[in-house]
C-alpha cells in the first residue's frame, strides 16, 4: 500500500513538474504562436530576408565593393611583427632544413629551400616598402575570403525558398521607402496581411546592417568584407491559412496540438494521482502499518548513519527524479519500458525516504535520547577511537621526551635522514646535482650512518648482557662511551649486576647457614628423641600400668615417632640441599616399583574409600635410578594422596613412555581448597591443609621434587580447580 501511495505521488509529482516545465509552452494557442515558432523559423526566415532579398548582391558586384584602408595595410604589414623580426624568424625556418641538406651532400634540395627563403624575404621586405604590395595581397586575400562566403551562402538557399512558400511578408525600408515583398496583388499593402487570411500574423521592424564579413580559417580572424551601412525596416509578416497540409509547418502545427491534448490530459491525470495518494495514505492504516514497521527497522542503524543513508537517498531520488522526467518529457522518442522502470525506482525511493523523514523527525524530537543515540554512532565511536590513539600517541610522545635531549637528538637525526632522501629528488631532473648530492652524502649522510650504527652496536651490547643477566650469568660490565641515554642505562645495568653478584653471596650464605643450622638441630634432637623412644617401648611392656596411664603412653609413643620423621625429614631435605646425598642407580623397572610401593598401602588404601585406577604402557618401562631414592618419591605422592583426597573419589596413576623420557602422572580430587600457586606448594613445611588437621612435615612434595631433579627429570604440579595432578619426567638412560 505504501508503495501503492508512493506511485500515485511520484506520478503527480511529475505532472507537476511537467506543467511547470511546459505549462507555458503548451498553453499557447498554436505552434505559431510559441516561442519555439518566434525563436526558430520565423528569426531564421528574417535573417535570410535580409540575406537574400534585402542584400542579394551578385559575386561580381560584390567584388567591386571590396575596398582596403590603411588600418588593414599596416595590420597586414605588422602582423607577424617588425622587418627584422620577421625575417630573422624565416631565416630561423629555413636554417636546419639548409643544413641538414647540406649534411647530406644534397645540394639540389639546400638550394630549393635557400630560394624559398629568399622569396619569403623577398616579399616581406616588399611589404614595407610598398603600400601597393601590401593592397594587392590584402585584396586578393578578400576575393578568396568573397568567393567562399557566396559559396557557403548558397548552401542556405534551400532552406530559405522552402520558408519563404510558409509565409507572406511586407517590409520598407524607412530611409529609401524601397518595398521587400511576396505578395502577389498588383498593389501590396500590409493590410494584405491580416487575421482573417493568416494563421499568424505579427509587426516586426529591425535594422539590416548591410555588412558582409567572414570567418577566415586561416588567420581566425573575421574579415570585414563590405559595409554600406544600416537600414531600418518595418513591416508585417505571417503566415497564410491556406497552406498545404503537407507544409512542413502545418505538420508541426498538427503535431503541437496533438501533443498539447496529450499534455494537459496527463496534467489532469497528475493532479487526481496526487491527491489520491494523500487520501489513501490518510485512510489506510495498512500503509502507517508498512511505514511503522520500516520505521523499527530503520531507527536500528546508527544515528549518524541514518542521516548519511537519508542524504544520500535525497540525492539519489533527485537524480532518478530527473532522469525520469528526461524520459517522460521524451515521451515520444524514449523507450516506454525505461520510463516505467525509472518511475518504479523513484517511487521506491520516494517511500523510503518518507520512511526515513518520519523516523528522522521522531528521533530529533525525542532530545533526551539524542545523547544515547549520538554515543551509539559510528562517529562517535571513530572519535573515540581517534581520541583513544591521540592520547596513546601524546603519551608515547611524552615517554620519548622523558630525556628531552635524546628526543631532540632523535627527531633531528630523522630530520636528517628525511632531508638527505628529499635532497634525492632533484637529481632525478638534472644530472648537475648528483654531484652536490655526493658531497652531501661525504660531508653529512655517512657520518650520520657511522654514528646510527655505533649507537646500534651500543644497544645490542646492553640487550645481549642483559639477557646474559636473564639467564643469571654475571658477564664482565658494560663500557659505553659518551654522555647518552645509553651510557647511563650501562652504568645502570653495572650497578644493578654488583648488587645481584651481593645478593646471590649472601644467599649463598644464608642457604650454607640454615642447612647447618638443620643438620646440627636434626642430629642434637635425634638422642633425645631416640632415648624417649627406647624408654616408651619398655614402659609400654609393663603390666602394671593403668588405662590411663597406658593411654597418655601410647600418644607418647605416637608424637614421638611423628617427630621423629620430622627429623628425619629435615635431614635429608637439607643433605640434599647441601648436595651432600650420592644415587645409587640401578636398571629399575618403574611399574614395578609403583606397584611395590602401592602395596605398602594396601590396608590403607582399602579403609580410605579411594578408587585407584592405575594403567601403564607395555611393561617394562626401565631406567637407570636410585630405587630406594625414587620409592620414596612415590611414597611421598600415594601419600599425600591418601591424606589429602576427597573421600570416594578416584584416583589415577599412569606411567608411559614419551620420546626418549618416562613419563608417571597422579591426578587426585582435593578434600581442601587449593591456591592456584603452585610454586608455594614445592616450599618447604607447606601444606595442602592449612588448618594443619592433618598429619605431615609439609616436606614431601620437597624432598621429591629434590629428589627428581637429582635423577635430571622435572616435577611438575598442575591445579585445574580442586583436580591437582602431579607428573614426573626422567630420561630412560639404560
Given at each position: 500500500m505504501l508503495l501503492t501511495c508512493s506511485i500515485l505521488f511520484t506520478f503527480g509529482v511529475s505532472g507537476v513538474a511537467l506543467l511547470a516545465g511546459y505549462g507555458f509552452y503548451y498553453g499557447q494557442k498554436d505552434y505559431f504562436h510559441t516561442p519555439e515558432f518566434e525563436h526558430g523559423e520565423l528569426n531564421q526566415f528574417t535573417a535570410y530576408l535580409d540575406t537574400f532579398a534585402i542584400n542579394d548582391l551578385s559575386l561580381e558586384e560584390a567584388k567591386e565593393e571590396l575596398t582596403v584602408s590603411k588600418e588593414e595595410i599596416e595590420e597586414h604589414?605588422?602582423?607577424?611583427?617588425?622587418?627584422?623580426?620577421?625575417?630573422?624568424?624565416?631565416?630561423?625556418?629555413?636554417?636546419?632544413?639548409?643544413?641538414?641538406?647540406?649534411?647530406?651532400?644534397?645540394?639540389?634540395?639546400?638550394?630549393?629551400?635557400?630560394?624559398?627563403?629568399?622569396?619569403?624575404?623577398?616579399?616581406?621586405?616588399?611589404?614595407?616598402?610598398?603600400?601597393?604590395?601590401?593592397?594587392?595581397?590584402?585584396?586578393?586575400?578578400?576575393?578568396?575570403?568573397?568567393?567562399?562566403?557566396?559559396?557557403?551562402?548558397?548552401?542556405?538557399?534551400?532552406?530559405?525558398?522552402?520558408?519563404?512558400?510558409?509565409?507572406?511578408?511586407?517590409?520598407?525600408?524607412?530611409?529609401?521607402?524601397?518595398?521587400?515583398?511576396?505578395?502577389?496583388?498588383?498593389?501590396?499593402?500590409?493590410?494584405?496581411?491580416?487575421?482573417?487570411?493568416?494563421?499568424?500574423?505579427?509587426?516586426?521592424?529591425?535594422?539590416?546592417?548591410?555588412?558582409?564579413?567572414y570567418e577566415s580559417s586561416s588567420n581566425e580572424q573575421t574579415l570585414e568584407l563590405i559595409d554600406n551601412g544600416e537600414s531600418q525596416f518595418e513591416g508585417r509578416i505571417g503566415v497564410p491559412n491556406n497552406l498545404a497540409a503537407s507544409n512542413y509547418l502545418m505538420i508541426k502545427n498538427e503535431e503541437y496540438k496533438e501533443a498539447q491534448i496529450v499534455f494537459w490530459t496527463v496534467i489532469a491525470f497528475s493532479i487526481i494521482a496526487i491527491i489520491l495518494s494523500f487520501i489513501i495514505f490518510k485512510k489506510a492504516k495498512k500503509t502507517r502499518a508498512e511505514v511503522s514497521k520500516w520505521k523499527t527497522y530503520y531507527s536500528k542503524l546508527p544515528i549518524d548513519i541514518r542521516v548519511v543513508v537519508f542524504g544520500f537517498t535525497i540525492i539519489l531520488t533527485i537524480t532518478m527524479f530527473f532522469l525520469f522526467m528526461e524520459q517522460y518529457l521524451q515521451v515520444t522518442t524514449a523507450f516506454i519500458p525505461n520510463i516505467i522502470f525509472l518511475g518504479l525506482l523513484v517511487s521506491i525511493a520516494l517511500a523510503f525516504l518518507f520512511v526515513q523523514s518520519i523516523s528522522l523527525l521522531s528521533t530529533f524530537k525525542n532530545w533526551r535520547n539524542m545523547s544515547n543515540d549520538w554515543k551509539k554512532s559510528v562517529s562517535y565511536k571513530g572519535f573515540m577511537i581517534a581520541k583513544k590513539y591521540a592520547i596513546k600517541l601524546i603519551e608515547m610522545l611524552k615517554v620519548a621526551f622523558l630525556n628531552q635531549s635524546t628526543g631532540i637528538q632523535i627527531t633531528l637525526l630523522f630530520g636528517l635522514v628525511f632531508l638527505l632522501g628529499l635532497a634525492a629528488v632533484p637529481t632525478i631532473r638534472s644530472p648537475i646535482f648528483m654531484v652536490f648530492y655526493i658531497l652531501l652524502l661525504g660531508g653529512i649522510g655517512i657520518p650520520t650512518v657511522f654514528l646510527i650504527v655505533n649507537k646500534i652496536g651500543d644497544f645490542n651490547r646492553i640487550v645481549e648482557n642483559t639477557n646474559e643477566l636473564v639467564a643469571g650469568n654475571l658477564s664482565p660490565d658494560i663500557h659505553v662511551k659518551g654522555d647518552t641515554v645509553l651510557a647511563t642505562l650501562a652504568e645502570n645495568i653495572n650497578v644493578l649486576k654488583q648488587g645481584v653478584r651481593h645478593s646471590q653471596s649472601e644467599q649463598a650464605k644464608s642457604e650454607r647457614l640454615k642447612t647447618e643450622l638443620i643438620t646440627n638441630v636434626s642430629h642434637d634432637l635425634r638422642t633425645p628423641l631416640t632415648s624417649i623412644i627406647t624408654y616408651t617401648e619398655l614402659l609400654k611392656e609393663q603390666e602394671e600400668l593403668g588405662e590411663e596411664s597406658a593411654a597418655y603412653l601410647e600418644i607418647i609413643d605416637r608424637k614421638s615417632k611423628r617427630l621423629k620423621i620430622l627429623i628425619d625429614d629435615l635431614f635429608e631435605i637439607s643433605k640434599m640441599t647441601s648436595g651432600n646425598i650420592e644415587l645409587q642407580k640401578d636398571k629399575v623397572d618403574l611399574i614395578q616399583l609403583m606397584q611395590q610401593a602401592l602395596g605398602e598401602y594396601d590396608d590403607t588404601i582399602n579403609k580410605s574409600g579411594l578408587h585407584f585406577r592405575v594403567s601403564h604402557d607395555d611393561p617394562p618401562i626401565e631406567t637407570l635410578v636410585d630405587g630406594q631414592k625414587l620409592w620414596r618419591v612415590f611414597d611421598n605422592l600415594i601419600r599425600n594422596i591418601l591424606i589429602y583426597s576427597l573421600e570416594r573419589t578416584r584416583v589415577y596413576i599412569h606411567l608411559s613412555k614419551e620420546k626418549n623420557k618416562a613419563v608417571i602422572t597422579f591426578k587426585n580430587v582435593s578434600k581442601y581448597e587449593l591456591d592456584e600457586n603452585t610454586d608455594e606448594l614445592f616450599e618447604r613445611f607447606k601444606r595442602g591443609d592449612t588448618s594443619r588437621h592433618t598429619e605431615g612435615s609439609g616436606l614431601g612434595l620437597a624432598i621429591a621434587q629434590s629428589i627428581v631433579e637429582l635423577h635430571d627429570g622435572s616435577l611438575e604440579i598442575e591445579i585445574d580447580g580442586d583436580l591437582f595432578k602431579v607428573t614426573i619426567e626422567l630420561p630412560l638412560q639404560i
Amino acid at each position: 500500500m505504501l508503495l501503492t501511495c508512493s506511485i500515485l505521488f511520484t506520478f503527480g509529482v511529475s505532472g507537476v513538474a511537467l506543467l511547470a516545465g511546459y505549462g507555458f509552452y503548451y498553453g499557447q494557442k498554436d505552434y505559431f504562436h510559441t516561442p519555439e515558432f518566434e525563436h526558430g523559423e520565423l528569426n531564421q526566415f528574417t535573417a535570410y530576408l535580409d540575406t537574400f532579398a534585402i542584400n542579394d548582391l551578385s559575386l561580381e558586384e560584390a567584388k567591386e565593393e571590396l575596398t582596403v584602408s590603411k588600418e588593414e595595410i599596416e595590420e597586414h604589414r605588422y602582423r607577424y611583427g617588425n622587418l627584422y623580426e620577421q625575417v630573422d624568424s624565416i631565416n630561423q625556418q629555413y636554417e636546419e632544413l639548409i643544413q641538414n641538406a647540406l649534411n647530406e651532400d644534397n645540394q639540389e634540395i639546400a638550394d630549393v629551400y635557400i630560394e624559398a627563403r629568399d622569396s619569403k624575404i623577398e616579399d616581406i621586405t616588399m611589404n614595407f616598402e610598398s603600400d601597393e604590395h601590401v593592397e594587392a595581397k590584402i585584396m586578393k586575400e578578400k576575393e578568396t575570403a568573397l568567393e567562399d562566403y557566396y559559396r557557403d551562402r548558397e548552401d542556405s538557399r534551400t532552406h530559405f525558398e522552402q520558408l519563404k512558400e510558409s509565409f507572406q511578408y511586407y517590409f520598407k525600408d524607412t530611409t529609401t521607402g524601397k518595398v521587400y515583398t511576396n505578395l502577389n496583388s498588383k498593389d501590396p499593402n500590409p493590410s494584405d496581411i491580416n487575421d482573417s487570411n493568416m494563421l499568424f500574423v505579427k509587426n516586426l521592424s529591425f535594422v539590416s546592417w548591410n555588412v558582409i564579413h567572414y570567418e577566415s580559417s586561416s588567420n581566425e580572424q573575421t574579415l570585414e568584407l563590405i559595409d554600406n551601412g544600416e537600414s531600418q525596416f518595418e513591416g508585417r509578416i505571417g503566415v497564410p491559412n491556406n497552406l498545404a497540409a503537407s507544409n512542413y509547418l502545418m505538420i508541426k502545427n498538427e503535431e503541437y496540438k496533438e501533443a498539447q491534448i496529450v499534455f494537459w490530459t496527463v496534467i489532469a491525470f497528475s493532479i487526481i494521482a496526487i491527491i489520491l495518494s494523500f487520501i489513501i495514505f490518510k485512510k489506510a492504516k495498512k500503509t502507517r502499518a508498512e511505514v511503522s514497521k520500516w520505521k523499527t527497522y530503520y531507527s536500528k542503524l546508527p544515528i549518524d548513519i541514518r542521516v548519511v543513508v537519508f542524504g544520500f537517498t535525497i540525492i539519489l531520488t533527485i537524480t532518478m527524479f530527473f532522469l525520469f522526467m528526461e524520459q517522460y518529457l521524451q515521451v515520444t522518442t524514449a523507450f516506454i519500458p525505461n520510463i516505467i522502470f525509472l518511475g518504479l525506482l523513484v517511487s521506491i525511493a520516494l517511500a523510503f525516504l518518507f520512511v526515513q523523514s518520519i523516523s528522522l523527525l521522531s528521533t530529533f524530537k525525542n532530545w533526551r535520547n539524542m545523547s544515547n543515540d549520538w554515543k551509539k554512532s559510528v562517529s562517535y565511536k571513530g572519535f573515540m577511537i581517534a581520541k583513544k590513539y591521540a592520547i596513546k600517541l601524546i603519551e608515547m610522545l611524552k615517554v620519548a621526551f622523558l630525556n628531552q635531549s635524546t628526543g631532540i637528538q632523535i627527531t633531528l637525526l630523522f630530520g636528517l635522514v628525511f632531508l638527505l632522501g628529499l635532497a634525492a629528488v632533484p637529481t632525478i631532473r638534472s644530472p648537475i646535482f648528483m654531484v652536490f648530492y655526493i658531497l652531501l652524502l661525504g660531508g653529512i649522510g655517512i657520518p650520520t650512518v657511522f654514528l646510527i650504527v655505533n649507537k646500534i652496536g651500543d644497544f645490542n651490547r646492553i640487550v645481549e648482557n642483559t639477557n646474559e643477566l636473564v639467564a643469571g650469568n654475571l658477564s664482565p660490565d658494560i663500557h659505553v662511551k659518551g654522555d647518552t641515554v645509553l651510557a647511563t642505562l650501562a652504568e645502570n645495568i653495572n650497578v644493578l649486576k654488583q648488587g645481584v653478584r651481593h645478593s646471590q653471596s649472601e644467599q649463598a650464605k644464608s642457604e650454607r647457614l640454615k642447612t647447618e643450622l638443620i643438620t646440627n638441630v636434626s642430629h642434637d634432637l635425634r638422642t633425645p628423641l631416640t632415648s624417649i623412644i627406647t624408654y616408651t617401648e619398655l614402659l609400654k611392656e609393663q603390666e602394671e600400668l593403668g588405662e590411663e596411664s597406658a593411654a597418655y603412653l601410647e600418644i607418647i609413643d605416637r608424637k614421638s615417632k611423628r617427630l621423629k620423621i620430622l627429623i628425619d625429614d629435615l635431614f635429608e631435605i637439607s643433605k640434599m640441599t647441601s648436595g651432600n646425598i650420592e644415587l645409587q642407580k640401578d636398571k629399575v623397572d618403574l611399574i614395578q616399583l609403583m606397584q611395590q610401593a602401592l602395596g605398602e598401602y594396601d590396608d590403607t588404601i582399602n579403609k580410605s574409600g579411594l578408587h585407584f585406577r592405575v594403567s601403564h604402557d607395555d611393561p617394562p618401562i626401565e631406567t637407570l635410578v636410585d630405587g630406594q631414592k625414587l620409592w620414596r618419591v612415590f611414597d611421598n605422592l600415594i601419600r599425600n594422596i591418601l591424606i589429602y583426597s576427597l573421600e570416594r573419589t578416584r584416583v589415577y596413576i599412569h606411567l608411559s613412555k614419551e620420546k626418549n623420557k618416562a613419563v608417571i602422572t597422579f591426578k587426585n580430587v582435593s578434600k581442601y581448597e587449593l591456591d592456584e600457586n603452585t610454586d608455594e606448594l614445592f616450599e618447604r613445611f607447606k601444606r595442602g591443609d592449612t588448618s594443619r588437621h592433618t598429619e605431615g612435615s609439609g616436606l614431601g612434595l620437597a624432598i621429591a621434587q629434590s629428589i627428581v631433579e637429582l635423577h635430571d627429570g622435572s616435577l611438575e604440579i598442575e591445579i585445574d580447580g580442586d583436580l591437582f595432578k602431579v607428573t614426573i619426567e626422567l630420561p630412560l638412560q639404560i
